[in-house]
């Protein structure tokens, strides 16, 4: 996968279901970087199911686990109105309109982000 970052709300979708087919089963780290209310881990190393943008809602869903017996729960992290998304090879940065940023970010092989 390419580095994108991108405002265009109208390849949101198409870059997130590259991601999806790129990573489906990875076990991700999803971090919440929040000025506000300070930097939360909100799941690490559990396997990422998905990431999709509904414009209709104007909301990016990340999903984690409910593929298998040991995480047998999607756990489903929402981003309302963001303003940017950036993927790279090992991950994604997305920005919401209120400046927190959320960071998804893939283990390797090997174990290591």
Known sequence: MTNTSTTDRAQWVRTLDQLTRDHEGDPVVIEVLDQTYGDN???????????????RDDVVVIAVGGRSGRYPVALRHMIWHPVEITTAGDGMRVADSGGVITVVGFFSADGRL
């Open 41 to 55: 881990e909100q799941a690490e190393r559990v396997p990422f199911a998905y990431a999709n943008y509904d414009p």
